[in-house]
């Protein structure tokens, strides 16, 4: 593990400094041309270090391949480049705190901001390790740059030595997972992976095979406008009816900071526009399809009835799928699930499996015919500017990597 450490601390640091947010309302592909900057790295990165058949394709993705030399399954290794759209990601200046002494952590661009042990208890296990975090004005983009990091640093490990067992395996690197759109229709062709890992989640032995099922739902507000001196009986406010809808849902329960555990919730994320015309996006969450259903049908009722009490306005409500709880496909055939739980075994460490309150790319392309569960990186405190990462975690996380291969190997 120590013959990564410097590695993975130089990559994620290198890394995190590129800016590379993804923007949920461009239409584009990738959706923002920065997380271009990032792939062209990655891209001349794989090719330095020998990786075959490079490629950066025309929706933003970088793929590559890992020559094997025996047979066996083509095993996928993924991670995304994005940063998320919730925080400030300009300008990320990551740092360094070497052996980490179990303290309160402040930060040099907020001395109001701090992590705090008591607040964040994993923090309490990581005593005497390397912890990476940002300066306190954004956040770190460990997620997902800690999976990149991983990624590379194992990849970079195999072609170096070629006289190590494995079948073919393959490199991707995806933009937009933060906004949902990470897995295009192309990528489960072009990856041509029997099934694939994401190096995207959290705690030192998470291996993740259940999601939550999401949707987006988006509303739209249409009043009636007029000059305000003359409005009396004519006028329909659309800012009124948007905050109707939103006093209407459930505020009590059924957001995201009212559940836990297998609850599922609606959760406003933006409302826009003026009084003449609104738009309140939603993103509804649920580990069950049926319970996923009966959210969007909840928001479609609520904004029904705002209708029905002002029938001058125009209100409409659409919803779009987004991912889908991969465990409806990888329970049928658990093969890389309990080969990622071997392999942690080998190298010491005990297979967590708990559901995951959010989704992957692994979500889209298990959907698709991918098999690909989730694997840890150690990133934590993620989409905000308290956002950490261990690098004795990240070394973990590579060793795991290796250790699938190895187990693929036998």
Same mark, same amino acid.
Request: aromatic content about 12%.
């Given at each position: 593990m120590s013959d990564f450490l410097a590695e993975l601390e130089e990559r994620l640091c290198r890394y995190a400094s590129i800016d590379s947010q993804s923007d949920p309302d461009s239409p584009s592909s990738p959706s923002t041309a920065i997380q271009l900057n990032m792939q062209k790295v990655l891209q001349a990165e794989l090719e330095a270090i020998g990786a075959e058949d490079v490629a950066l394709t025309d929706y933003g993705t970088v793929i590559a391949t890992i020559p094997g030399n025996i047979e066996g399954p083509t095993v996928g290794f993924l991670a995304h480049v994005d940063t998320a759209p919730q925080f400030n990601a300009v300008g990320v200046k990551p740092r360094v705190i070497k052996g980490y002494n179990g303290g309160v952590i402040t930060y040099p661009d907020d001395p109001e901001l701090t992590l705090d042990p008591a607040d964040f208890p994993y923090l309490n296990e990581k005593i005497g390790h390397d912890i990476i975090t940002a300066s306190g004005t954004t956040l770190l983009g460990a997620d997902d740059k800690a999976g990149v990091a991983i990624v590379m640093t194992a990849a970079k490990h195999l072609l170096a030595n070629p006289e190590i067992k494995r079948p073919t395996l393959r490199v991707a690197f995806t933009p937009d997972e933060e906004i949902g759109r990470g897995v295009d229709k192309r990528l489960p062709k072009d990856l041509g992976a029997d099934f694939a890992y994401t190096?995207? %989640?959290g705690k030192v032995g998470e291996i993740e095979f259940e999601t939550f099922s999401a949707d987006e739902a988006v509303v739209h507000v249409k009043g009636v406008s007029i000059h $305000? %001196?003359? #409005?009396t009986g004519k006028m329909v406010n659309a800012i009124h =009816? #948007?905050?109707k809808i939103i006093a209407t849902l $459930? /505020? #009590?329960t059924m957001t995201p900071e009212t559940t836990e555990g297998k609850e599922g919730f609606v959760h406003a994320t933006d409302m826009t526009g003026g009084s003449s015309e609104m738009r309140i996006k939603? @993103? =509804?969450r649920d580990f069950e399809m049926d319970g996923l259903e009966a959210k %969007?049908? =909840?928001? /479609?009722q609520v904004c029904a009835a705002v209708q029905a009490s002002e029938p001058r306005a125009q209100i409409t409500c659409t919803i779009r799928p987004q991912y889908r709880n991969m465990r409806y496909w990888l329970e049928k055939d658990m093969t890389p699930v309990t080969l990622a739980t071997d392999a942690a075994k080998d190298i010491g460490l005990a297979a967590i499996s708990i $559901? @995951?309150?959010g989704g992957t790319d692994g979500s889209r392309l298990t959907e698709m015919g991918v098999p690909c569960p989730n694997l840890f990186t150690g990133m934590q405190a993620i989409h905000g500017p308290r956002e950490w990462i261990s690098v004795q975690d990240m070394a973990k996380a590579t060793d795991l990597m290796l #250790? @699938?291969?190895d187990r693929i190997g036998r």
């Open positions: 190096f995207d %989640g $305000p %001196g003359y #409005a =009816l #948007a905050s $459930p /505020q #009590a939603f @993103i =509804l %969007g049908k =909840l928001v /479609q $559901p @995951i309150r #250790a @699938i291969v």
